[in-house]
């Protein structure tokens, strides 16, 4: 039981640079989500998606860009990374929203440098 | 637009003692979700508890219990017979679709 995969765990960036985070769920899950966690300032939302095809903007959005082209994976791409994105990121997944339990990734930490 | 405050960015509670959290949010919807996730350090996020803001009944779950003021906006977490383990960062969050979390707060147990 995999529940939400994130890939990589770890990485560093060069400033400039672009990457993408892999999330992945098995759950069937219609909502997808993509936190980061600075130290001292929670979790900030970046983008979310209720279902294939459909995704909209969270509170940082900035700098990042998501696609949801099938139920099970939402990639979150950096292009031209900038130390600002260093971060934690977290993927998460639930059936209704929050209404229903939302599932967490266990993190990518990234460094730009 | 939404918000979401927790004004004490660390607590600590003596081991079996009662501890409660604080949060304050506001929000423009009319029926919303109300969460407390708890982030060990392992980082991994788990929730604790939750309350759908049309129940004006506060939820339980085992030691962990709620205060819902809905007029006040309040939804302060009470954490009862505290254990060791319940050393975390906790985070307080609220929304329908989008969800938002507080900055959180640290809860350190004493032995």
């Known amino acids: 039981n995999a529940g939400v995969t994130q890939t990589p765990k770890f990485r560093i960036l060069k400033i400039g640079q672009s990457m993408t985070l892999q999330c992945a769920q098995d759950?069937?899950?219609?909502?997808m989500y993509w936190y980061r966690q600075d130290p001292g300032m929670g979790l900030k939302l970046i983008y979310y998606s209720v279902g294939a095809g459909i995704t909209d903007k969270g509170e940082v959005p900035n700098g990042y860009n998501v696609s949801r082209s099938t139920t099970e994976d939402f990639p979150l791409r950096l292009e031209l990374a900038a130390p600002s994105q260093t971060s934690v990121y977290f993927c998460?997944?639930?059936?209704?929203?929050?209404?229903?339990?939302?599932?967490f990734g266990q993190g990518t930490r990234l460094t730009v440098v | 637009a939404q918000t979401v405050t927790q004004s004490q960015p660390e607590m600590s509670v003596q081991e079996a003692e009662t501890v409660t959290l604080s949060c304050t949010y506001d929000t423009s919807e009319s029926d919303y979700y109300l969460f407390w996730y708890k982030q060990p350090p392992s980082r991994q996020m788990i929730l604790v508890i939750r309350q759908e803001a049309y129940k004006q009944q506060n939820a339980t779950e085992n030691r962990f219990s709620v205060n819902f003021q809905k007029a006040a906006k309040s939804f302060s977490l009470k954490i009862s017979d505290s254990q060791l383990g319940d050393a975390a960062m906790y985070f307080c969050g609220s929304g329908t679709y989008k969800y938002i979390f507080g900055t959180g707060t640290r809860l350190k147990v004493l032995a």
């Open positions: 759950m069937n899950h219609n909502y």
């Open positions: 998460a997944s639930s059936t209704q929203g929050f209404m229903a339990e939302a599932f």
